[in-house]
């Protein structure tokens, strides 16, 4: 009898641990492959404000001169997205040559490479997008399309 106990207690832990490993795995696989996240249009102005202030080492005069157009093209760009998506991307580049036009000749090399990164991470976002949409098209048994080189 004793022996019976152990062995169900053992039976028990090993089903709760796999019960938390598989929990703790469902949750990554969801934040990996889950819809999009974006953050709230308040968090837009202030987030891109402080990756400009400590990539860049704005001076507290440019800082001053850069928030109002970034709030501002974050306003403009949240009311666009609840009407339409058209010509966000027209604000973005207005934005960002009012942008340049405030910085030295350093932070405008820095600048340069902050759009290039953000462009890639759209470019492999929006792969990455096509190519969920396409599975989830397949039919059954069909197989999955050569990867885009």
């Known amino acids: 009898m004793d022996k019976t106990w152990k062995v169900v207690l053992a039976f028990i832990g090993i089903f709760a641990a796999g019960a938390i490993a598989g929990g703790l795995v469902t949750l990554r696989m969801l934040n990996n492959f889950g819809p999009p996240r974006f953050g709230s249009p308040e968090q837009f102005g202030p987030q891109l404000m402080k990756r400009f202030t400590s990539k860049l080492e704005l001076t507290a005069e440019q800082q001053g001169k850069i928030r109002p157009l970034i709030t501002q093209a974050g306003e403009e760009l ?14 973005v580049e207005r934005v960002e040559g009012e942008i340049n036009s405030l910085l030295t000749p350093e932070q405008k090399v820095k600048f340069e490479e902050i759009r290039a990164e953000q462009k890639e991470r759209i ?9 969920r949409l396409r599975e989830s098209h397949r039919q059954p048994g069909e197989e999955p399309a050569a990867p885009a080189k």
């Open 78 to 91: 949240h009311q666009m997205r609840r009407t339409t998506w058209t010509n966000s991307q027209a604000v």
């Open 123 to 131: 470019k492999r976002f929006t792969e990455e997008r096509a190519r």
